[in-house]
C-alpha cells in the first residue's frame, strides 16, 4: 500500500501487487500477472462531482504510465483511450471504474516478460524492448507520475489533455472503430474533445465516440 503525493498533500492511495491470479479486464476479460514479470497497480483516487472529469481518467491513467515508461528509457506512445505502446506493442493495460466518489484505476505494466512468455503477439515488455529495470523501479516511477497527473485541482482540464494529445499515436490516424459487436465505424482519428472522447470524421461527418475498441489501420 502506498500513497500518491503532490508536493506534500496526499492525493490518493494505491495497492501495489507483484503476482495476480485473478485479475479482470475490459468486457469482463481475465488478466493475469505472473510473478516476477510484471507490476499491478490499483489506485484509488478522490474524484469531484463534475461528471465531464471522469472520462478523463482512463486518459490521464495513461499518460502517467507512458511519462514513467519514458522516465524509465523507454520511447512509449498512446493509443486512444488509455493503451501503452512501445515499438507498436502493446506494455501497458489500463481499466478504469467509478466507485463514486472514488475513480478506481487499475494498471498492469509488462516488465520482464520475453518473448516466450509475453501471452498474445500484440504485447511487450519493458525487458523486451531494451528497458532493463526492477519492478520496484516501475512502481516508484509509476506513484510518482500518477501523483503528477492526478494532484492537480482540475489536472485533465487544464494541465494534461494537451499533452496527452502529443503522446496520443491516434490522432491522425486511420481507424476502425468497433462501437459493438456489430456496429464498426471507419474513419480518421482528428482529435480528443475536452470530455476524452475521441473524434473521427467519416463519411462526410464528424463524430465524437466515448468508448470502443480502436483498431489503427497502417
Not at 462526410?204 to 470502443?212: E, H, L, V
Request: with cysteine.
Amino acid at each position: 500500500m502506498a500513497r500518491l503525493r503532490k508536493g506534500d498533500n496526499v492525493t490518493g492511495v494505491a495497492l501495489i501487487a507483484l503476482e495476480q491470479e485473478a485479475g479482470r479486464g475490459r468486457l469482463t476479460r481475465s488478466w493475469e500477472s505472473p510473478a516476477g514479470e510484471s507490476v499491478a497497480v490499483s489506485v484509488g483516487v478522490p474524484m469531484g462531482a463534475d461528471s465531464e472529469q471522469w472520462g478523463l481518467i482512463p486518459l490521464m491513467a495513461g499518460l502517467a504510465v507512458a511519462r514513467a515508461v519514458k522516465d524509465l528509457g523507454g520511447q512509449a506512445s498512446l493509443k486512444w483511450p488509455n493503451d501503452v505502446l512501445l515499438s507498436g506493442r502493446k506494455v501497458c493495460g489500463i481499466l478504469a471504474e467509478s466507485v463514486v466518489p472514488t475513480a478506481v484505476v487499475g494498471i498492469g505494466v509488462n516488465v520482464g516478460q520475453s518473448e516466450a512468455t509475453i501471452g498474445f503477439p500484440q504485447g511487450i515488455s519493458l525487458v523486451m524492448a531494451g528497458v532493463d529495470v526492477s519492478r520496484a523501479e516501475v512502481a516508484a516511477a509509476l506513484l510518482a507520475r500518477l501523483g503528477e497527473v492526478f494532484g492537480e485541482d482540475e489536472p485533465r482540464h487544464t494541465l494534461h489533455l494537451k499533452d496527452y494529445k502529443q503522446w496520443c499515436a491516434t490522432i491522425g490516424e486511420p481507424v476502425r472503430v468497433h462501437l459493438d459487436a456489430t456496429t464498426i465505424v471507419e474513419g480518421i482519428a482528428v482529435d480528443v474533445a475536452d470530455d476524452g472522447r475521441l473524434v473521427v470524421s467519416s463519411g462526410g461527418r464528424t463524430t465524437a465516440y466515448s468508448s470502443g475498441d480502436v483498431y489503427h489501420l497502417r
